[in-house]
């Protein structure tokens, strides 16, 4: 089986996987979660592009969220599964993703409630990480996962890729039925970049509320 590269999302950190993480090392899969937080766009592709280009295999990637951003910027991947995640192109950010749909849909692009410091740190609301990311999760799952998430830079959502992967890499989008953090229209736009898509039941983080099914997916592509 290929090795397995997981991108966690902003304000995530790699404790968040270890369910899917474990259950595909018991399998003899060779698992590597970096931590990329508070990383630019820039160090964190440059930072996983040196694990793709020491893998001994061609590595599969598994990106949630915001970690599509820098998995986008790859070369060299066997396949990408992009996990609620955002699929740009080159040249577009986070920040004219959210403007765009707003001016679509007249919703609200980043539903997610956060605050950002005069440092310019971002740190999600604890009640509105729960109800937005974690609320298909047991009581005690999400309790953890909101204790382990982490400060972000604002700066990373106006980053960039540099290379669009998904336009010369077999790719899958896995899409989640009830996701709160990324919104149905965004959905249907980056599904649309990917050669096949997938839909969960249930939120934003299925690795957490259903590992099983995570893990099933990804193993159909080692």
Not at 16 to 35: C, I, K, M, Q
Not at 117 to 127: E, K, Q, S, V
Not at 147 to 155: C, I, N, Q
Request: glycine residues 6%; charged residues 20%; aromatic residues 6%.
């Amino acid at each position: 089986m290929r090795p397995l590269i997981i991108l966690h999302g902003a304000w995530l950190q790699p404790a968040h996987y270890d369910e899917v993480a474990a259950r595909l090392r018991s399998d003899g899969v060779t698992v590597t979660v970096p931590d990329l937080a508070g990383q630019s766009l820039t160090d964190s592709t440059r930072r996983v592009q040196d694990l793709v280009d020491q893998a001994v295999e061609s590595p599969v990637v598994l990106a949630h969220s915001f970690g599509g951003v820098t998995a986008t910027g790859l070369k060299g991947v066997s396949h990408l599964l992009y996990l609620s995640s955002f699929v740009f192109d080159v040249g577009e950010n986070a920040q004219q993703w959210i403007a765009r749909i707003e001016e679509e849909t007249g919703q609200q692009g980043a539903p997610l409630p956060l605050t950002v410091d005069d440092a310019g740190m971002t740190r999600l609301d604890p009640a509105g990480a729960r109800e937005g990311l974690f609320a298909d999760c047991a009581a005690q799952v999400a309790d953890r996962a909101i204790d382990l998430l982490r400060p972000e830079p604002v700066s990373i959502f106006a980053d960039s890729p540099a290379h669009a992967a998904w336009k010369d890499t077999p790719t899958t989008y896995i899409a989640a039925s009830e996701d709160r953090a990324i919104l149905p229209e965004m959905v249907t736009h980056f599904t649309k970049r990917c050669d096949t898509a997938v839909t969960l039941p249930g939120g934003h983080c299925p690795f957490l509320s259903r590992p099983a099914d995570v893990v099933a997916i990804i193993r159909n592509h080692l």
